[in-house]
């Protein structure tokens, strides 16, 4: 028998070793490669890709129908994948640049997509648009079981002037509709006639602060004894820009909490850069105050800056992070839950207004601005 040498096992030594150390590289470079392989989802592709007869869709296709799969079994009914062209509007939606339609849709109890309200004298209206319509397609997307609330708002959203094409089931009709996008008003204020000023907020868009703090310079200037904060039919958005605004009127201390995973819990305090904490502050809510406007009017109704008067609101008290992934889609999805500073959550119940007055649509008057004025008509006495 041939013996090696000590040279010639120190070579097979280091043979054997570097092998090894290849084979371990190789091995996890082909575990990560392997990876779409090695998943259920893959091995299904796979399948379908060798024996399926008919066209299948593109893997970008596959992924997302995936993926909306995955989102409708967790426990999240805010979580969306919003594909191009709609995950193109976000910056400018959140910026408060894109246009707007008159609806706004729910979820019925079968799951489908419903216009829930439809605002007098908007462009939905004078299309034809009728409240209880079940909104099919929007601009040629299908809106399907996966379709949130919070996803269709983009799909609504476009430039000012052109139209959103609906096609909707009213009974046993199809029907098309195609209302005009109007400019999107972040906010309107005026003096009322007893010189109270009156600030309607529509969105919490990042453009919002600077036309609040215009709109709140211009009406304290008047010197005025009360200033009406109206945020009903307010669909909500930033919370730092919720932040930003509650420091108009509260000079220091907690404004609200938001709680993340693990228990982890965020403070959100008043900078108090400026606070108008002396002028008497009512703020007007809704069934349809939603989110961020949600947590601006329980944050003045706890801390005892103000009184709250309309209706219940609508009880949207998660919070949503919104991340931008490959091939230009959008995917937003619940971090966590706010809190009033005592720890009150308000998911799925909403909060009770100190003053119940709602408004009556069927009438000409404003019942919740009208309580509002007695309110500070009393207080004046």
Request: aromatic share 8%; net charge negative; glycine share 8%.
């Amino acid at each position: 028998m041939k013996r090696f040498s000590h040279e010639n096992l120190t070579q097979l030594r280091y043979f054997v070793l570097i092998s090894l150390v290849w084979f371990a590289i190789g091995w996890v470079l082909r575990s990560q490669f392997n990876l779409e392989e090695a998943s259920l989802y893959g091995e299904v592709v796979q399948f379908l890709r060798r024996d399926s007869p008919g066209q299948l869709p593109s893997e970008n296709e596959l992924s997302l129908a995936a993926v909306k799969g995955m989102l409708q079994i967790i426990d999240d009914p805010y979580a969306v994948v919003i594909p191009p062209p709609s995950s193109l509007k976000f910056d400018a939606d959140f910026a408060g640049e894109t246009g707007v339609i008159g609806l706004v849709p729910n979820i019925n109890e079968a799951g489908q997509m419903v216009v829930a309200t439809v605002f007098e004298g908007g462009t939905d209206e004078a299309a034809g648009v009728q409240v209880g319509d079940i909104l099919l397609s929007i601009d040629g997307i299908p809106v399907d079981a996966s379709t949130t609330v919070t996803g269709s708002a983009l799909l609504f959203r476009g430039p000012v002037g052109e139209p959103v094409e609906l096609l909707i089931q009213r009974g046993y009709e199809r029907l098309t509709f195609s209302p005009i996008r109007e400019e999107r008003i972040a906010l309107e204020w005026r003096i009322l006639e007893n010189g109270t000023g009156y600030i309607a907020q529509h969105t919490f868009t990042t453009n919002v602060p600077a036309l609040f703090d215009e709109a709140l310079t211009a009406i304290m200037a008047t010197n005025p004894p009360a200033v009406i904060w109206d945020v009903r039919s307010n669909g909500g958005g930033s919370m730092m820009v919720a932040q930003e605004l509650l420091s108009n009127f509260v000079a220091e201390g907690e404004l609200f909490h938001v709680l993340l995973k693990d228990g982890e819990s965020r403070l959100f305090a008043a900078s108090g850069e400026r606070a108008e904490r002396d002028v008497p502050l009512y703020v007007l809510v809704d069934e349809f105050t939603f989110s961020a406007s949600e947590t601006v009017a329980a944050s003045i109704q706890e801390t005892g800056r103000g009184t709250t008067v309309g209706n219940t609101t609508f009880g949207k008290g998660s919070v949503q992070n919104t991340v931008k992934l490959r091939d230009d889609h959008i995917f937003e999805y619940t971090i966590g839950y706010w809190t009033t500073p005592k720890g009150v959550a308000y998911e799925g119940s909403g909060f009770i207004p100190t003053v119940i007055a709602p408004d009556d649509p069927n009438t000409e008057k404003d019942e919740t601005l009208e309580a509002a004025l007695r309110l500070i008509s009393e207080q004046n006495e």
